[in-house]
């Protein structure tokens, strides 16, 4: 078949290279238009359903709501775990599937079992709603704005009613949630003391307001020649209309809400904060849909805000564009690559003519390289995989063989025109140099394939995030290869037809005199160089985990997110107040441009953080050359100075892949269930004590947080019956007074206000709770002291589940880059350490628990690779030596790739772990090609096997090997050069491990192998 | 420790591999400090998260109660006592005449038995009707009842001319007490206007289910008639105490307190605070008076959740961590 299709290409080399240039124009337009990301979907399809429960405590929460729609949930298809958190008010599941699903089809599901809720709930929780289905990055554009002139609740009116749903009409946004101002409630504050005096009850009240601001709709008169509908209006419109409405009619007299409340538009009860700045402000948080082109929702939506700014600034609103922006990452990112890769192509060029000293030779070479790339991104966008970091790490690592198939080919081309006659049949010489290098080449390039199973077979977060980068890579390789069989030979036709090629290059003849002196000296000592091959082999494997492993690099992003937490039960103005103090000597760091801070969470948030939490976004400004390093340290330092606070600093793509992972931000946790929450806390305490002695634990805290106080109102049956209350009653008279009582909504034309009843108590302390009155039956006035004990007590803030489970969880932020090794030496100290009772037990999670686990399945899957690899050469070469030396040269060359890491202070992320598997291939592809070569000159050239025939094939491929290698090098050098430049946190690693590896490959397959095989080798003709 | 693993590394690639191996146990760290490190700030920190501390106050305040007033009609007063006197003479004149039949029936004048037995059957009905009409009376205008003769006669002189009127002032919930407020405040369409304070009323309003006290107001604003409703502060005698600002309260099971300033700071030069338990006494305006404080003691006035953030984020603070 190979035979054919070179054939099938050198018989119509112009039609060939036309649909070369078709290809390369059609991927070159998939590339303009391409989908960029910054990484590919790495989320599980997920959905997050929140059930507001006002009023309840967590535990209350958990019994009353979470666990019946745990319930609900429990036994969903393609379920992996369901995840929740019980706090005050708010109930937040995350139910996350099989990677394997619709997300659409699983949001379905979830949704039809949820609408069995209705009846499970207590009265007064609001229906779980199912956030809308989002990216893995999920944020897509933070922004805020502040106003000197408008009040909080005018410019929360302005955003809510205004601006979001503009920014909800681009398409591809999904969510647009709110932060800081004040929401709009209008308040019927009801003076207890006037409903007494006029003998009403909070039901009067509540009818009264609900009937004030009914619309019902008025119909229509008909004349004989109109019909004229009658537009009713409600009648409680505003504040001092409402006020006019009747409650009731005594002695003749109309009763009506202003004579016992007072109506006014207030805020309404707040969980959540924004400072922009450190002033107070707006801050909307956007994400994008599932699916969604981040760089063209991003463009689209900031084109709509602009455009929003002179109308708002005529209000007195400024606009705080790009506070958070994580598209600024992908345009550095992809701008920064992009340069590197150009650079790296004028190398190549350069080094071409250079080495091939013939322009047409290296014409041929060069342009087979951008249309096999291209022609991948073409298919990648046709099957709908986005172009991001990974996958351009594919066409990175698949560089090397892309550029080693340009070369090859060519190379062995001109060698054999430069050794052939005049006049010769130059289509007839084409054809069989291509097809001499075809038959090893296809088996390397299959092996090289075997090798990247591996990663394409990773499951879980690894898989998503490896899977396109192996994909791109498979596809690369092979469109080069098919390039190469088909183009290559083609252009070759068209372009050398009767052209002479220079001779080789001198300082080539030159370094092929040096091999040969090398060679020979080394062939009467094959202990020796055999022992080299073992020493280094083994070397490479021994020092390759000492490296220290991580899961993903740090990346080089423009912002960084600080949580922070204070203590459970802090008053929201308290966590603002410290808040602003943060941000104001956050902005004073030098390179820091903006800093906006979240607090507690959004209506319906994505969050469920309560008001002791917040969320520091701070903007790099590149421009002013501080480093994210040292800004980050800066941050520490300010943090430093407020101890009340335990701080977690994150890149924005490091905090998304942890919450994808395990719901937790942190790389390394304990999750310690157990049915009793104070045995687990004590547990988990002892684990914390044994993590803060590792010396590399960076932050240590426990999870769910400490216990906040409340005022615990226990109601007395015997004293309720004395008075003739009923428990309920209570409980909605103390709902009323403390949270207030939604009565009614008022619609508006373009929005709508909520009618909050609400009782106006005297001063906001515990003590006064006690005085509140209730009344009775009979018409009685009651304080609730007089029915319930009123205790201060410490009671649980959050409750977290893990499929059904209540659970503590120790998490830890390692200070050392070796997560792996940290996560081993934890386990170790807790197993020591930590003695757990019997219904305890322990699960380990976190980037370093993935990393292990991947590097695990991995290892697995390359044990398999490695059999079918050993497979494959077997049948490519028929011979058990062949195979051995290709086995034994192979490990020799990870040397290099381990070095250079070394050398540059890396450590063993993924990217590298990639980087070492693409180098195995490339020198496994040098390796069988000298091989095959012998076996050519043995069996088709008829050489019999000796030293010099040893030689000869040694020589004969040192061209191509160099080229290849420092076409690779040069084209890698300026990604590995810029490694910590953004962008290049994945790629940078792997040029750096391909260009170490390249240096010892060249040298063990140039130098080392071919006095082995002189020695070893048996043809069947020898 | 990477920088010991890479020199262990490098010396791995030059001299020999196999000696790479060693591996540094964790276990040889040294113990990280021990958890529950105490409330110490040091200035740059104080200065940072804004606390500020100050000494309380002396100061002194009455107990307040808040009540329910009701002005009441003096029609009742005027009645109830025209009742009680009334009754009272009916009951001396039935007792009169009680005695005039029995001398006449003891001396055999013009007076049957029969007619003596009436006479003391209505003496005894008519001192019941009084001393009902008393018990009602006492019960229900008890301070007025307690008033002397002259004086009650120009309070409801005053009552009655409308330059006087009577406010119940109830306290729901209360059935007891106490002791005498010693000045009382209505609030009259959010004006104040004092009151004066004539005594407890023995009887409990069913629908508030309290006790009151009875108040005179001279020269009420025009308008305030019976049946209308006020509030009404109760004044106490004055209680002595300090004075703190409400944001340096904090509330736990234990009761209220405050962060105090140790005086002494500690080894590593921090200012050191401590949780104290105060007893409230009184609000007054913004602050409260308490007790429980040296007026020495330096008190946190400002800032106090930060400690009490910090106190409850206990070993696991921030400000111990060794960073990068």
Redesign the interface.
């Known amino acids: 078949m190979l035979r054919a299709i070179v054939r099938a290409s050198l018989a119509h080399p112009r039609i060939i290279t036309a649909l070369s240039v078709l290809v390369a124009v059609l991927g070159a337009s998939a590339l303009l238009n391409a989908r960029l990301d910054v990484f590919p979907d790495f989320a599980p399809p997920h959905v997050l359903v929140q059930a507001e429960a006002p009023g309840l405590d967590a535990t209350q929460v958990e019994a009353l709501v979470t666990r019946p729609l745990e319930g609900l949930l429990a036994g969903t298809e393609n379920v992996e775990s369901v995840r929740s958190t019980s706090s005050q008010g708010l109930s937040a599941i995350q139910v996350v599937f099989g990677r394997s699903g619709d997300p659409y089809r699983q949001r379905q599901v979830v949704t039809e079992r949820l609408a069995e809720a209705g009846g499970l709930l207590p009265a007064g929780a609001g229906p779980p709603l199912l956030s809308p289905l989002s990216s893995s990055m999920e944020y897509l554009v933070h922004f805020g704005y502040t106003s000197d002139r408008l009040s909080p609740i005018e410019l929360r009116d302005l955003v809510r009613w205004m601006i979001k749903p503009q920014i909800l009409a681009v398409p591809g946004v999904a969510q647009a949630q709110i932060f800081g101002g004040a929401s709009r409630e209008r308040q019927v504050l009801v003076d207890p003391f006037k409903l007494l005096s006029a003998g009403l009850t909070l039901e009067d009240l509540y009818g009264a307001a609900r009937r004030g601001t009914e619309l019902i709709g008025g119909g229509y008169i008909e004349t004989p020649t109109q019909r004229i509908v009658l537009q009713a209006q409600p009648a409680g419109a505003t504040p001092a209309a409402l006020s006019q409405a009747v409650i009731a009619v005594r002695n003749g007299s109309a009763l009506r809400i202003g004579d016992v409340a007072t109506v006014r538009d207030a805020a309404e009860p707040s969980f959540g904060d924004a400072m922009i700045g450190g002033r107070p402000g707006i801050l909307v948080e956007t994400s994008t849909q599932y699916g969604a082109n981040t760089l063209e929702v991003t463009a689209a939506l900031e084109q709509r805000l602009n455009a929003l700014v002179p109308a708002l600034a005529l209000q007195g609103v400024q606009y705080h564009p790009a506070l958070l922006r994580p598209a600024s990452f992908i345009e550095t990112a992809i701008a920064k690559l992009r340069n590197s890769l150009l650079t790296g192509a004028v190398l190549v060029v350069l080094l071409l003519l250079l080495t091939l000293r013939d322009w047409r030779a290296a014409l041929v070479s060069f342009s087979s390289i951008p249309v096999a790339l291209l022609a991948t991104v073409w298919i990648l966008a046709g099957v709908g995989i986005s172009l991001n970091t990974m996958t351009l790490g594919g066409l990175v690592v698949a560089l090397g063989v892309v550029v080693d198939d340009a070369v090859i080919d060519v190379e062995n081309i001109m060698r054999r025109r430069r050794g052939a006659a005049h006049g010769v049949d130059i289509r007839r010489l084409i054809l069989s140099a291509s097809l001499e290098v075809r038959r090893p080449v296809f088996y390397a390039t299959a092996a090289v394939a075997v090798a990247f199973l591996p990663i394409l077979m990773l499951s879980g977060l690894q898989g998503s995030f490896f899977r396109p980068l192996s994909i791109a890579f498979l596809l690369a390789v092979g469109l080069s290869l098919l390039i190469a069989m088909s183009a290559t030979p083609a252009l070759c036709a068209i372009v050398m037809g009767g052209h002479v090629p220079r001779a080789e290059a001198p300082w080539l003849t030159r370094l092929k005199q040096r091999q040969r002196r090398v060679i020979e000296w080394l062939h009467p000592r094959p202990g020796w160089v055999l022992a080299t091959l073992l020493v280094t082999g083994a070397a490479g494997a021994v020092l390759l985990p000492l490296l220290g492993a991580r899961l993903l690099p740090d990346f080089r992003e423009d912002y960084l997110i600080a949580h922070a937490s204070l203590r459970p039960g802090i008053a929201l103005a308290e966590t603002a107040r410290v808040g602003r103090r943060i941000a104001e000597r956050l902005a004073a760091i030098a390179g820091v441009k903006s800093v906006a801070e979240q607090i507690g969470r959004a209506e319906n948030g994505q969050d469920p953080d309560a008001p002791n939490k917040s969320e520091f976004e701070v903007q790099i400004d590149p421009a002013q050359g501080a480093s994210a390093a040292h800004i980050e340290a800066s941050i520490r330092a300010v943090f430093d100075d407020f101890p009340n606070q335990l701080v977690e600093i994150y890149s924005v793509l490091a905090e998304r892949i942890g919450e994808t992972l395990s719901g937790e931000s942190a790389s390394f946790f304990v999750s310690v269930f157990g049915p009793d929450l104070d045995r687990d806390d004590a547990v988990a305490t002892d684990i914390a004590a044994v993590l803060e002695r590792l010396p590399e634990s960076g932050a240590v805290r426990l999870k769910v947080p400490p216990r906040q106080p409340e005022l615990r109102v226990e109601l007395r049956p015997g004293e309720l019956a004395l008075y003739g209350l009923q428990a309920a009653e209570v409980l909605q008279t103390v709902n009323a007074a403390y949270h207030g009582t939604v009565v009614a909504e008022l619609s508006q034309a373009d929005r709508s206000v909520p009618i909050a009843v609400r009782i106006a108590t005297g001063d906001a302390t515990p003590q006064a709770v006690g005085e509140l009155l209730l009344r009775a039956r009979d018409g009685a006035l009651v304080p609730l002291s007089a029915v319930a004990s009123l205790d201060m007590v410490s009671a649980r803030s959050l409750i977290d589940h893990e499929d059904g489970l209540r659970r503590q969880v120790v998490v830890v932020n390692p200070k050392t880059a070796d997560q792996a090794g940290y996560a081993e030496a934890a386990r170790r100290a807790i197993a020591q350490h930590v003695r757990l009772p019997p219904d305890v037990y322990l699960r380990y999670g976190g980037a370093a628990q993935a990393q292990a686990a991947a590097a695990h399945e991995l290892l697995l899957h390359s044990a398999a690779a490695l059999v079918l690899i050993v497979l494959l050469l077997a049948l490519g070469f028929g011979y058990a030596r062949h195979v051995l030396l290709v086995l034994v040269a192979l490990p020799s060359t990870l040397i290099g790739g381990v070095a250079a890491v070394a050398l540059t202070g890396g450590s063993l992320s993924l990217g590298a772990m990639v980087g070492f598997v693409a180098l195995f291939g490339m020198a496994a592809r040098n390796t069988i090609l000298l091989v095959s070569h012998y076996d050519h000159l043995v069996t088709a050239e008829r050489q019999s096997w000796n030293l010099a025939t040893a030689l000869r094939g040694a020589e004969e491929r040192l061209t191509p090997v160099l080229l290849t290698a420092l076409l690779t090098g040069l084209a890698l050098l300026p990604v590995a050069i810029q490694m910590h430049e953004p962008g290049h946190e994945i790629e940078g690693p792997m040029a750096v491990v391909i260009l170490g590896g390249l240096v010892s490959s060249t040298l063990v397959s140039l130098l080392l192998v071919p006095p082995l095989a002189a020695h070893w080798l048996r043809h069947a003709r020898s | 420790?990477?920088r010991t693993?890479?020199l262990?590394?490098?010396a791995?690639?030059v001299v020999l591999?196999?000696l790479?191996?060693a591996d540094a146990d964790?276990?040889d760290?040294?113990?990280?400090r021990a958890?529950g490190a105490g409330l110490a700030?040091?200035s740059?920190?104080q200065?940072?998260?804004?606390v500020a501390v100050s000494h309380p106050v002396k100061g002194a305040g009455p107990r307040q109660i808040?009540a329910?007033g009701l002005v009441l009609d003096p029609v009742e007063l005027v009645t109830d006592v025209g009742r009680l006197a009334g009754s009272r003479s009916a009951a001396r004149n039935a007792a009169a005449d009680a005695g005039r039949v029995e001398g006449l029936y003891k001396n055999g004048a013009n007076a049957s038995l029969k007619a003596l037995q009436l006479a003391q059957a209505s003496e005894i009905e008519s001192q019941a009707t009084a001393d009902a009409a008393a018990a009602t009376f006492f019960q229900q205008w008890g301070p007025v009842a307690a008033l002397p003769e002259r004086e009650r006669e120009v309070l409801i002189t005053s009552l009655s001319e409308g330059r006087a009127v009577l406010v119940r002032a109830d306290v729901?919930?209360r059935h007891a007490l106490g002791a005498m407020p010693s000045k009382a405040l209505l609030s009259v369409d959010g004006i104040g206007v004092a009151a004066r304070l004539l005594g407890p009323v023995a009887r409990t309003m069913?629908?508030?289910?309290?006790a009151g006290w009875l108040l005179e107001v001279d020269h009420p604003p025009s308008g305030l008639g019976p049946g209308a409703?006020l509030?009404v502060t109760l004044a106490g005698a004055d209680v002595a105490g300090l004075l703190i600002p409400?944001a340096a309260?904090l509330?736990?099971?234990?009761?209220a307190y405050v962060y105090r300033q140790k005086t002494a700071t500690s080894r590593d030069g921090k200012t050191e605070f401590a949780p104290a338990t105060v007893k409230?006494l009184t609000?007054v305006g913004d602050a409260w008076l308490v007790s429980g404080l040296a007026d020495a003691d330096n008190i946190v006035v400002h800032g106090a959740?930060?400690?009490?953030?910090?106190?409850?984020?206990?070993?696991?603070?921030?400000?111990?961590?060794?960073?990068?």
């Open positions: 420790m990477i693993r890479r262990a590394l490098w791995c690639i591999p196999a790479a191996l964790d276990d760290a040294p113990p990280a958890p700030l040091t740059a920190q200065e940072a998260v804004g808040e329910y729901p919930g069913p629908d508030l289910q309290s409703r509030r409400t309260l509330y736990s099971d234990d009761g409230l609000p959740g930060v400690l009490w953030s910090l106190q409850g984020l206990g070993s696991f603070s921030a400000a111990e961590e060794e960073h990068d």
